[in-house]
């Protein structure tokens, strides 16, 4: 059963990753390895943290989290670091890859041989490139298919406060049908 995007703790990370620590270690993965990436991931986290030391974690599906993204490239301005807008995300923020937008139409076949056709926005790729901002994204941990937990890290105490008060408004996006969300 779905369950809409929604505020969770970094606890709830830790225990996650402890489950999968435990299943690596149960299954003989090479630990040394697996504990230096945990390190390095919380190495990392640290880092972000110190510039942006106001953070809420969300546990919900890739679409919520882009869209999420979005919102908050349109509130708070670019996400700081590398930009990995338009490689994977749903809903772009960055001016940059919006500016590459075109429409892809397609068409395929449905088991009876009826052809059905539609068309997609997507954006073509664009140079490497970094932002300044004044938040930052990280992705925690897959914990499904298409699901799992990220971190929201913001440089001032109000735009945490006012992402918190919009966390409720936070859906699949208009890329998705609105009733798949009580499903």
Not at 41 to 67: I, M, T
Not at 147 to 155: K, N, P, T
Request: overall charge negative.
């Amino acid at each position: 059963m779905y369950k809409k995007i929604h505020i969770a703790s970094y606890d709830d990370y830790l225990k996650k990753e402890n489950y999968h620590r435990d299943c690596a270690v149960k299954n003989n993965q090479d630990m040394v390895s697996y504990d230096k990436m945990l390190s390095d991931k919380a190495r990392n986290r640290q880092e972000v943290l110190l510039k942006f030391p106001y953070s809420v974690v969300l546990q919900g599906v890739y679409p919520e989290h882009d869209f999420v993204d979005r919102w908050c490239w349109q509130n708070f301005g670019p996400r700081n670091g590398p930009c990995t807008d338009g490689v994977h995300s749903e809903y772009t923020g960055c001016p940059i890859v919006l500016a590459t937008e075109y429409v892809s139409k397609y068409s395929w076949k449905d088991k009876d041989g009826k052809e059905h056709s539609g068309e997609e926005i997507c954006y073509r790729d664009v140079e490497r490139h970094s932002h300044e901002g004044t938040w930052q994204s990280i992705w925690l941990i897959k914990t499904g298919y298409d699901y799992g937990l990220g971190e929201y890290c913001f440089s001032s105490e109000e735009d945490r406060d006012r992402f918190l008060a919009a966390v409720p408004t936070f859906n699949l996006g208009e890329k998705y049908v609105k009733e798949k969300e009580d499903e």
